[in-house]
């Protein structure tokens, strides 16, 4: 579902007579390199593929040398429609950015019409490279997780597996082996990015801290919790501003998020208490001792299960729509989550099957904001495996 729209994008652009400098930033195991490599053997494009996964992080000169083979290429070929230029996992370079820019403008003034596509696994060293440095330039295009419907049409996943076992392709081979499943996704997926990836992206005085926040949001995926409890829970002398810093840059590695309360001003909504929300439902499993079977037997944590498979949707689909996704909750009043665009305001209750502490609480908010539209999803409602087969943009 989410792939499909990228891949008309991606295909669009190549069909564009002009150069152009497209840019794919993502978590690990979103398939941006299968995504490029699919659109460029549909139209059968001509391109140059490197990745810098052997090459050391202070070699720029190898940008310079796989630039220097497009240009070569695109010359010897003659080609009218120009030629593609794909660099793979460009963050691993330091000052990437630099690079690129003084390539792109020489081939700009020197009229080489060469389209690039860089891929990133860090999307906010991504987006801080590319906004400082090549301004003007670029096009961003963020890439999800995947969606349900895509590991149902790639592996046949059906909808509890995918509850499970999540939307990480490179793992889904293996589940026929809980323990190396959960291996996989914990070493490859989990370690390598909040140890690596997200240390990349900015200064983190206090690693563990941060590692002890991942857990503790996957331990309480689609619950509320003030940033002084979260300070409680994990013992540490922290302040919450360090706190809410290090859940931004979870969030931004496509890992965990907080969502905030809907509120009409900014500040409020800012000041609230967030709602953990894993992206990926695997991050939440591959932590626990159960394993797939045992997990649907335990009838709160298949509810939570279920819930945050929603929201994670709900978060994934909404990448490039402009639709933001929100909590409401007042009193013992809630509602699961809020999407809202351009002023429509769409509210969505999940009901997994679980016992809920507050009361629904659509009616209440209808009461306080102009609703556009209401849902409830599951039992009663509209049925789980139709709404994942949905994009958020649907719901308006």
């Not at 010897?76 to 690079?99: A, H």
């Not at 999800?144 to 059906?158: D, I, K, L, V």
């Not at 989550?337 to 002023?343: K, P, V």
Request: positive net charge; hydrophobic residues 40%; contains cysteine.
């Amino acid at each position: 579902m989410y792939k499909r729209k990228f891949f008309k994008n991606l295909f669009n652009r190549l069909n564009e007579p002009r150069k152009f400098l497209q840019v794919l930033a993502g978590p690990r195991q979103a398939g941006k390199t299968t995504l490029i490599q699919q659109v460029i053997k549909e139209i059968n494009f001509p391109s140059h593929y490197a990745t810098t996964d052997a090459v050391d992080a202070n070699s720029s000169i190898w940008i310079e040398q796989q630039w220097e083979t497009a240009r070569l290429k695109l010359k010897s070929l003659s080609i009218k429609k120009g030629f593609l230029l794909v660099l793979d996992e460009i963050q691993k370079i330091r000052d990437w950015t630099e690079t690129i820019k003084k390539l792109w403008d020489e081939d700009t003034l020197n009229k080489i019409p060469l389209k690039v596509v860089l891929l990133g696994s860090s999307p906010l060293l991504i987006q801080k490279g590319i906004t400082e440095t090549l301004a003007g330039r670029f096009e961003l295009m963020r890439i999800p997780h995947w969606s349900y419907s895509e590991m149902n049409e790639a592996f046949n996943f059906n909808l509890n597996q995918y509850f499970y076992f999540g939307g990480y392709p490179g793992a889904a081979l293996l589940i026929k082996d809980n323990e190396r499943w959960k291996n996989y996704i914990k070493d490859s997926l989990i370690e390598t990015t909040v140890s690596r990836d997200v240390f990349m992206m900015t200064r983190v005085d206090k690693p563990m801290l941060l590692k002890r926040l991942f857990e503790l949001g996957c331990q309480y995926s689609g619950q509320i919790l003030s940033f002084n409890k979260m300070l409680g829970q994990l013992q540490d002398a922290g302040n919450t501003t360090t706190l809410a810093h290090y859940l931004e840059l979870l969030s931004s590695a496509g890992m965990l998020s907080g969502l905030q309360k809907y509120a009409v001003q900014k500040i409020r909504q800012k000041a609230s208490s967030p709602k953990f929300q894993v992206l990926n439902t695997s991050l939440i499993t591959a932590q626990t001792g159960m394993n797939f079977k045992i997990a649907k037997l335990n009838f709160d944590f298949w509810g939570r299960l279920v819930e945050s498979a929603v929201g994670a949707h709900l978060i994934n689909g909404s990448i490039n729509t402009g639709i933001e996704i929100f909590y409401w909750r007042e009193r013992n009043k809630e509602v699961d989550f809020i999407a809202e665009r351009s002023g429509q305001i769409v509210a969505i209750e999940v009901k997994s099957g679980k016992r809920k502490l507050s009361l629904p609480g659509i009616q209440e908010f209808s009461k306080k904001f102009k609703t556009h539209r209401k849902f409830l999803v599951g039992k009663s409602g509209l049925e789980f495996k139709d709404f994942f087969k949905l994009s958020p943009e649907e719901l308006f």
